[in-house]
């Protein structure tokens, strides 16, 4: 079992009869990783067991090396910002961090020092002294979020932490996401928004129905994927020569023009860009660029789990 | 990252720390708090009752009756309201709704996310249950005990300070307090088993009840008997329930006290092996 990762071995939950998350087997390295798949698909199921929130029917998970129902070991390297919209009557947002963080043990200057951080790092140093009762839900939002990290934590956990928050706030967000993500911290997020996810991940795990349908870098998912075309963009001179060389080979589906580009599928990349090489030597043609045109996350998405998704 | 971690071995102090910040949150999110109205209104009750008791009976000219039917009165009192309604449904309140209530709420998962074990969760909510209710029940049992025969004036206090009054007003005080010990409990172990507590309540409600009328050996499986076996003066059962009450010899104060606070300890030790294996899952509660 790796210390260094949050690893899940043969994992499944059951909420009775009704399937959480089955036989799931996964390792999860620092950086970000996005949890992709609709509603149902074993998400929060997922991020409640590595919180030990809820306990897995079989299997057994490890939080950098530490098992989910020690809270005393594995609440001190991991935090979580659950997507409960829901806070402690009358507190302000100043007394929601600071008087869980005493919890932590620290003393009462430490929890003061630890608070005003967070408080500053979420751009709510402002409404501290406020009821969390009179925040907006961008500001509710952002609170969970400081309480999550007050204390440091080597393991992030969000769910949903995008939801609610205004365009200039999410753009602060998913920069904090990529500050804590290059620090080697592990940020495990949760999200319905995939061009946002996949401008923020270094890996994805896609679920459905409680599955785990694929995990790894996007790229790397995508190439797996062997029964879709690969969309190809191409940018060149010629669009129209290269299409009409292209339409000569069986493993090319579609070619279409776009512009001074063309857009293809092909059932073999590695064929398609040793026959590009060829064409541009023979023709001597111009291109200005070659990039997979559905290696994001959406198209993956698309892919694996398809009109299912829905909530994509 | 945090300086206070020492896998496997609390630090010195730590738990200290982290019971006194649990009590510290719960009692903010409890003590006065709007919701709980009607557990003030129970305590205030027999205050007011007592007091008016006190302003009606000072302004006749004489006293239409003895020392004596005021002590009785409060025994009945105590035994009939303190201990089978307001301090019962008053630990209810607060007690079941330390985990429970934060269910309701779903707000459970911030203490869960905490680095404290759960025995110390529970630990630390009960003791803030704990010091609510006594700070509630114990000055009200004592003020109405005061009240109930102040319009004897001097006879009164002479009873208070010379006879056996105050040795009395010790006893309701300390039978107030095992009750919020011993109820206190209860009711945290049924917020943490029951999705509804109240249903639990009821059943212990007339289990406690129907106490006098049991058999000697179920007797003693209640809260109340011992209560009762320890309160100064004794309530005399009017006919025609006095022929169904079981008489049954009366526990030793030395082993009721003790005996309760061990049942109390139990409770509370299951209630903390309930907490441990406890999830998150507010969809369901």
Redesign the interface.
């Known amino acids: 079992m790796s210390e260094a990762d949050i690893t899940f071995t043969g994992v499944s939950r059951f909420y009775g009869e009704v399937l959480g998350i089955n036989k799931v087997t996964l390792s999860i390295p620092p950086g970000i990783t996005s949890l992709v798949g609709p509603n149902g698909s074993g998400k929060t199921t997922l991020m409640n067991l590595m919180c030990g929130l809820i306990r897995p029917t079989q299997g057994e998970i490890s939080v950098l090396g530490t098992p989910p129902d020690r809270p005393q070991e594995l609440c001190r390297i991991l935090g979580y910002c659950a997507q409960f919209d829901a806070f402690p009557p009358g507190i302000t947002g100043y007394q929601f961090i600071h008087s869980f963080l005493r919890l932590h043990g620290m003393t009462d200057a430490e929890c003061d020092r630890r608070t005003l951080a967070a408080l500053e790092l979420t751009g709510l140093s402002a409404a501290a002294d406020r009821p969390v009762a009179a925040y907006s839900k961008g500001m509710r939002q952002r609170i969970k979020l400081a309480q999550a990290i007050a204390h440091e934590p080597r393991v992030v956990v969000l769910d949903e932490p995008l939801n609610g928050l205004d365009p200039l706030a999410r753009a602060e967000a998913i920069a904090l996401f990529r500050q804590w993500g290059v620090e080697g911290r592990h940020v495990i997020v949760s999200s319905h928004i995939l061009h946002e996810v996949d401008k923020i991940s270094d890996q994805v795990i896609l679920l459905s129905h409680g599955y785990v349908v694929a995990e790894g870098q996007i790229q790397g998912v995508r190439s797996e994927v062997k029964e879709q075309p690969m969309q190809i963009q191409v940018r060149c001179d010629r669009p129209h020569l290269l299409a009409a060389r292209l339409f000569q080979e069986d493993h090319v589906v579609e070619a279409k023009l776009a512009g001074n580009g063309l857009l293809l599928r092909t059932a073999d990349a590695d064929r398609f860009y040793l026959l590009l090489n060829r064409i541009i030597l023979e023709c001597g043609l111009d291109v200005e660029s070659v990039a997979p045109a559905d290696d994001d996350v959406n198209s993956v998405y698309q892919y694996l789990i398809g009109a299912e998704g829905g909530t994509a | ?2 300086q ?2 020492v ?2 071995k ?2 010195s102090g ?1 738990v200290g ?2 019971l006194l ?2 009590m ?2 719960e009692l ?2 409890t003590f006065l ?1 709007r919701r709980g109205w009607w557990i003030y209104c129970l305590a205030a009750a027999p205050v007011g009752l007592t007091l008016l008791h006190w302003l009606v009976e000072s302004r006749r000219p004489a006293p239409n009756h003895s020392l004596g039917a005021d002590s009785i009165a409060f025994a009945a009192m105590f035994l009939l309201y303190y201990l089978r309604a307001g301090i019962f449904f008053g630990c209810m309140g607060i007690f079941a709704n330390l985990f429970r209530g934060e269910m309701l ?3 459970l ?10 025995e110390v969760l529970v630990a630390g909510k009960y003791l803030a249950g704990l010091a609510v209710a006594l700070a509630l029940w114990v000055p009200s049992v004592a003020a109405a005990f005061l009240l109930i025969g102040r319009h004897s004036a001097a006879a009164w206090s002479d009873y208070i300070w010379h006879g056996p009054g105050l040795s009395q007003l010790g006893s309701y005080m300390l039978v107030a307090a095992l009750a919020c010990i011993g109820y206190g409990a209860v009711f945290l172990m049924c917020g943490i088993l029951f999705k509804n507590p109240m249903i639990a309540a009821a059943v212990v409600w007339v289990w406690e009840g129907i106490n006098p009328f049991l058999p000697s050996v179920l007797k003693k499986i209640s809260v109340l008997f011992y209560l009762k076996n320890l309160c100064p003066v004794e309530v005399p059962v009017p006919p025609p329930f006095n022929v169904m009450v079981t008489s049954t010899d009366p526990t030793p104060f030395w082993i009721a006290v003790p005996g309760l606070l061990a049942l109390a300890l139990v409770l509370l030790v299951y209630s903390a092996i309930s907490a441990r ?1 406890a ?4 969809g369901d509660s």
């Not at chain 2, 998962?109 to 759960?118: A, C, D, E, K, S």
């Not at chain 2, 999830?279 to 507010?282: G, K, T």
């Open positions: 990252m945090n206070l971690h896998p496997g609390p630090a730590l720390r982290e910040g649990v510290r949150l903010k999110r708090s709420q779903k707000t998962h911030y203490y869960f996310l905490t680095p404290i074990r759960r294996n999830e998150i899952s507010y």
